[in-house]
């Protein structure tokens, strides 16, 4: 998933990625991601960070939640932005919610 979030005057792009289990997302794994978006995509593709999620919320019929993933980050309340009866993992919105607790 990746989402862009206005900051200021420019917005910051984060790819959220979830793992294999017994996969570490180092700078090594961080470094090799963004060099095959540069390479496969495009360099204005590469994103700003990226960040290990458990897991991605989905609708029932498999859709990822990009939009209200994004309003979460810029502020918006969990219940404004998504349905938790409409989802296939309504849990794995409280884990992006906590992202805005977390200093800096």
Known sequence: LVVDVPEDEASRMTLFVVLRDGTALD??????????????????????????APEIPRTLSGKILEVPIKRILMGAPVHEVASRDSLANPEALDWFAGLNAEPG
């Open 27 to 52: 700078d090594r794994l961080k470094a090799e991601i963004r060099r095959r978006i540069r390479e496969d995509c495009s360099p204005r593709h590469v994103p700003d960070t990226v960040l290990a």
